[in-house]
């Protein structure tokens, strides 16, 4: 698990005056497999192939620490390179009855997710929990409800994308919302 931990999503250098600095910080990127990239498909963020995902050969692998248990899959560290997507916010909706695991992606801004909540449209908003990675689980009964999905960014801003899953939605499907 702690290679897990050291893979993944993001690109490199990281702005030093976050951490207090005041400045930027040399750094490297550890880039594993192939130019194409197949070295690293699957990984510890649960994207899976990359290329469909939208992420492509921009990735590095992050030390445990920057990692930080998933909470840093899809965040856009500075090389002078926008962090950008094509579409919106894309929610591939997993599981079964009683228990949605949905993969978030395709997120631009900030990148990486601080929270997301879930609304069918016979209940309210609920938060959902990580479960591992980008995959965020609710454990409601939303079958036969067209789907709502608030993200919140690690910026702090939110997206709220709503009805983007029809009433008429099956697990494996996924879906695309708003952008930042």
Known sequence: MAIAGVL?????????SAAGYGGWQSAHATFYGGGDASGTMGGACGYGNLYSQGYGTNTAALSTALF????ACGSCYELRVPCVK???IRFTVNGHSYFNLVLVTNVAGAGDVRSVSIKGSRTGWQPMSRNWGQNWQSNAFLDGQSL????????????????VAHPGWQFGQTFEG???
């Open 86 to 88: 094509r579409g919106g």
């Open 8 to 16: 993944f999503l993001l690109f490199l250098a990281r702005e030093a």
């Open 178 to 180: 708003g952008q930042f």
């Open 68 to 71: 930080n248990d998933g909470a």
């Open 148 to 163: 709502s999905f608030q993200v919140t960014a690690s910026d702090g801003r939110t997206v709220t994308s709503n009805n």
